[in-house]
């Protein structure tokens, strides 16, 4: 079977790091979104079981029927928007019936094509811009753990510099198990976190209410598009895959509907951790690397169906072990797309504003940085260079 064949053990860590750092990197504000919906425990569990099962199910859906890295994530900005409701302002009913109402949104937006057609209008150098940005504003956080774990982050980063030297193909794996046995060492490795139990889903039936509508479906619907989507369109085309943007935006929309009354909130395209599977340290093949992304949503199923007992277990890891292996497997994906962003003199300006802008992290009306340096930069591009925005308008349209 050509799948099981195309399956190696840089494709599985290229993974499960890809997990590793898609579930610790923020899990804890979908726990305070939840909270701010009067979620008590055994909801919060339902709302990791059915955030995974939908994360994975896509991923491997997807990933097996184009044969191509197709992953699926949690909208963080939306959770974080969810995070901020005044406790008692909403009940969960009312919050699960924005929740259809936003994928409903996304449903339309992406199988009519518009989303897709609104892509097409952004010029290759700023969709490397922006995917830059957005990847490097994650990786920052690696480095900058070196104020609390300096030995950490110096023997993992040489020992990438060495494996991307002699055996490229398996730099982030070892960097993974030298970063493991470090942590076990300084006794940063937390076992005590390892407890294993089913998770069980906990149906809400929704409440559909106006004030809902306005305060958190809508605000939920623009982050996830502008924030998440936006970069996750830009990574696949950016690692030159050609992928029916509009038939998978518009399938996350369908499963968060489904989902949704036991806690999928909104799931939608990853940019950070499908780099880190589309990125040739996974495997050499570019058309081998969809089975990363497949082992990337078996382990998201797995922290569906085992709940917060293998959250606990990712937890069981440093952050700043998470952080670095995150930052060195996103490198050459920066490098690459900076690369594309200011190889045009004409693009260039405009590239870079786009790039700092992102990178900034700021948000202006609840709206997230990656839609503001798009905006941004396509400004900057028609001021400094219009006969070159006639020319990509005539072009798609």
Excluded at 148 to 164: D, G, K, N
Excluded at 283 to 305: Q, S
Excluded at 380 to 396: D, E, F, G, I, N
Aim: proline share 5%; glycine share 8%.
């Amino acid at each position: 079977m050509r799948v099981l064949r195309d399956f190696s053990l840089s494709t599985i860590t290229a993974g499960f790091v890809a997990s590793l750092v898609g579930l610790t990197s923020s899990i804890a504000i979908v726990f305070s979104a939840a909270k701010a919906l009067g979620a008590d425990d055994a909801e919060i569990t339902s709302w990791v079981w059915a955030i995974g099962v939908g994360m994975g199910g896509l991923t491997i859906v997807a990933s097996l029927w184009f044969n191509k890295p197709v992953m699926v994530a949690y909208s963080t900005p939306g959770a974080a928007i969810l995070a901020t409701l005044k406790p008692g302002e909403f009940t969960m009913a009312q919050g699960v019936g924005a929740f259809i109402i936003c994928a409903v949104m996304i449903a339309v937006v992406g199988f009519s094509g518009i989303f897709e057609k609104l892509m097409d209008r952004i010029p290759v150098s700023l969709a490397s811009a922006l995917l830059a940005g957005a990847l490097t504003r994650f990786a920052l956080n690696g480095f900058s753990d070196a104020k609390t774990a300096p030995w950490m982050i110096a023997i993992t980063t040489v020992t990438y510099l060495l494996m991307r030297r002699l055996a490229p193909r398996y730099a982030v794996m070892t960097v993974l198990a030298v970063g493991v046995a470090t942590a076990v060492l300084s006794n940063t490795f937390k076992p005590d976190q390892l407890r294993w139990s089913f998770a069980r889903p906990i149906y809400t039936a929704p409440n559909f209410t106006f004030a809902a509508l306005v305060s958190i479906a809508l605000p939920l619907f623009i982050v996830t598009m502008a924030g998440q989507n936006l970069p996750g369109v830009a990574a696949l085309r950016n690692a030159d895959y050609d992928v029916p943007v509009s038939k998978v935006v518009g399938a996350t929309g369908v499963v968060t509907a489904g989902l949704a009354p036991f806690g999928a909130y909104a799931l939608n395209l990853s940019a950070i951790t499908a780099a880190i599977c589309m990125e040739p340290a996974a495997h050499e093949d570019k058309d081998r690397r969809y089975t990363a992304a497949l082992a990337n949503g078996m382990f998201y199923l797995a922290a569906g169906i085992f709940g917060t007992s293998i959250t606990g277990a990712l937890n069981a890891f440093p952050p700043e072990l998470v952080h670095i292996i995150a930052a060195l497997a996103l490198l050459p994906t920066i490098g690459s797309n900076l690369a594309t962003a200011t190889r045009y003199d004409s693009q260039r300006e405009a590239a870079m504003l786009t790039f700092l802008i992102t990178l900034s992290g700021v948000t202006v009306a609840k709206i997230g940085a990656p839609f503001w340096g798009a905006i941004a930069g396509i400004i900057a591009l028609a001021v400094s260079s219009p006969t070159l925005t006639q020319r990509w308008r005539r072009q798609v349209g």
